[in-house]
T-cell receptor, first 113, second 117 residues
Framework: NAGVTQTPKFQVLKTGQSMTLQCAQD?????MSWYRQDPGMGLRLIHY???????DQGEVPNGYNVSRSTTEDFPLRLLSAAPSQTSVYFC????????????FGPGTRLTVL | GNSVTQMEGPVTLSEEAFLTINCTYT??????LFWYVQYPGEGLQLLLK?????DKGSNKGFEATYRKETTSFHLEKGSVQVSDSAVYFC????????????????FGKGTKLSVKP
């Protein structure tokens, strides 16, 4: 099992550019989520999905889109990057929900200039 | 609302010292409590958890006891090693009902631990 994988590991964008952060898991987990980690802020939930075809907003969803067409994949799209989106992004999955043990990917470090 | 407060770091200890990282919470319902660890350059991974009052979670020499009377879940280790250097996150999940898996997962801000040889 590869667990939760994320690509790319690092990315630099210019303001206004768009991009997609990829996340995949091979554990057949129903629940997947995206967090951003900023210094002194802990982890904040961006979007989550309780199963294929179902997504919902978390604490800080503005500027991000998600979709879940398969159980395995949960990409995060930045529509028009802003410097405030400079952060480390983590994808996580769990068997059935947020109260379950979360399995995290290695993260994507994004810098927006 | 529900919240998690953990001691601010950084915490610097010598090898073989005793470690305590304090964590207190505010929650209603049936919260489960977690400690996650993030090693440099990696994602978070579960260190231990407790799902009900008086439960003790333990792993890799770390322990934490779910204390409902003091709303605490302090992390302890008797003798730290250099390899324990990491950021530790206390977290709470407030299930909608006991044993359920829906609800919110709330993280503390993290405590950075550095262990010197």
């Amino acid at each position: 099992n590869a667990g939760v994988t994320q690509t790319p590991k690092f990315q630099v964008l210019k303001t206004g550019q768009s991009m997609t952060l990829q996340c995949a898991q091979d554990m057949n987990h129903e629940y997947m989520s995206w967090y951003r980690q900023d210094p002194g802020m802990g982890l904040r939930l961006i979007h989550y999905s309780v199963g294929a075809g179902i997504t919902d907003q978390g604490e800080v969803p503005n500027g991000y889109n998600v979709s879940r067409s398969t159980t395995e994949d949960f990409p995060l799209r930045l529509l028009s990057a802003a410097p405030s989106q400079t952060s480390v992004y983590f994808c996580a999955s769990s068997l059935s929900g947020r109260a379950d043990t979360q399995y995290f990917g290695p993260g994507t470090r994004l810098t927006v200039l | 609302g529900n919240s998690v407060t953990q001691m601010e770091g950084p915490v610097t200890l010598s090898e073989e010292a005793f470690l305590t990282i304090n964590c207190t919470y505010t929650a209603t319902g049936y919260p489960s409590l977690f400690w996650y660890v993030q090693y440099p350059g990696e994602g978070l991974q579960l260190l231990l958890k407790a799902t009900k009052a008086d439960d003790k979670g333990s792993n890799k020499g770390f322990e934490a006891t779910y204390r409902k009377e003091t709303t605490s879940f302090h992390l302890e280790k008797g003798s730290v090693q250099v390899s324990d250097s990491a950021v530790y996150f206390c977290a709470l999940s407030d299930q909608v009902f006991y044993g359920g898996s829906q609800g919110n997962l709330i993280f503390g801000k993290g405590t950075k631990l550095s262990v010197k040889p």
